[in-house]
């Protein structure tokens, strides 16, 4: 053979192993990507999918932000972070995981976070403020009950039921993700079950630091960080925490968080310490998704019994996770989530797993 038919040769080895190592034009059931990045008729395309949208309040108009990706017209999915007053930046582990299935996701900094107004004004900070606040986010953005799925981690579970207890009209299906539906229960098993699972010196000094109320104590966020975090937070050391994260924590603001939250970590002793929508839980229809992990700061069994309890609910366990399975244990996690999609697109969704 001669030098010229080794090089065509070449060509065309090169020109085959590149076109079937090539993405197909498709995702799993979903758009084309010709679909999927098509933004034509998008009025966010200079911001790359950033939308700043008003809020009317009691107090006045504010801007929220948000940014979308993709496109999908049966499947939607507003992204709600936990805190009070944490960040979408929680939530940046689903672009390694949502655009290849061609999940339609929008990130969104609820208001008081990082990326949106943040006004000075405290009685903004009410659970049911919020939940009109998400019903404006989603006329803004064009969401319907044929393709709106609301997904919450924390805090963000707590918005997303009490938005689908009031609006579930407009839901085609829930994700409650790493949150419990009793406040008070949640306390009782941070301090009845995780505290025990400290160290006993650490855990005196803990509940020495709750007593006097001397939160701010370094102490006692030392002891937190690396002792609890660690271990039913984001089961990473420290000193590995992705990047995301690490912006999180940076950026969640102090004066949604403490009137709302508390300023403890084991439980809550703000504004949310009563809440507890365990007998209520029965009113949810849409399809629903509840999300624990055998770490979590949040008890995986109470998770679970939700899941039994709302009407038409799946539980996604992830043996390897915390509060932050996306992360930690995003093998289990990410999988569960699209399947839930899938499931509930294509009409096949079954609460049994």
């Known amino acids: 053979m001669n030098k010229l038919h080794l090089s065509l040769l070449a060509i065309v080895l090169v020109f085959m192993a590149c076109e079937s190592n090539a993405p197909a034009d498709t995702t799993s059931d979903g758009p084309t990507l010709a679909e999927y990045f098509d933004n034509t ?5 200079i911001s790359g ?21 993709g496109n999908n017209p049966t499947i939607k999915v507003l992204l709600l972070h936990g805190g009070p007053g944490g960040t979408h930046e929680e939530w940046l582990a689903c672009d390694s995981y949502f655009p290849g299935e061609g999940i339609e996701y929008y990130y969104y900094d609820q208001l008081g976070s990082h990326y949106s107004d943040q006004p000075e004004d405290s009685t903004l900070w009410r659970t049911e403020r919020f939940v009109e606040e998400v019903e404006q986010a989603r ?86 960080v690396n002792h609890h975090y660690t271990e039913h937070v984001i089961r990473f050391p420290v000193e590995e925490w992705p990047e995301p994260v690490n912006r999180l924590f940076g950026h969640i603001n102090p004066d949604v968080y403490v009137p709302m939250q508390g300023p403890s970590e084991f439980g809550i002793r703000g504004l949310l310490a009563d809440w507890d929508v365990k007998d209520r839980l029965k009113e949810i229809e849409v399809p629903t998704l509840v999300i624990g992990a055998a770490h979590d700061t949040m008890d995986p069994e109470h998770m679970e019994w939700m899941a039994n309890e709302v009407q038409n609910g799946r539980y996604l366990h992830c043996p390897n996770g915390s509060h932050l399975a ?28």
């Open 326 to 353: 996306q992360y930690d244990d995003p093998e289990h996690y990410f999988p569960g989530v699209i399947q839930f999609f899938r499931d509930v697109d294509g009409g096949t969704f079954t609460a049994a797993e």
């Open 49 to 69: 999918g950033i939308k700043l949208i008003p809020v009317n309040t009691p107090s006045g108009t504010f801007n929220v932000w948000t940014k979308r990706t």
């Open 139 to 224: 006329q803004a953005l064009g969401l319907t009950s044929d393709n709106f799925y609301l997904m919450g981690q924390s805090w963000g579970g707590i918005l997303g039921m009490e938005y689908a207890l009031k609006y579930q009209a407009n839901l085609k299906g829930l994700i409650i993700s790493n949150m419990m539906a009793s406040c008070p229960e949640y306390g009782a098993y941070a301090m009845e079950v995780l505290g025990p699972q400290m160290d006993p010196a650490l855990f005196e000094e803990i509940k020495a630091f709750e007593a006097a109320e001397d939160f701010s104590n370094p102490r006692y966020m030392d002891i937190l």
């Open 41 to 45: 008729g998008r009025d966010d395309v």
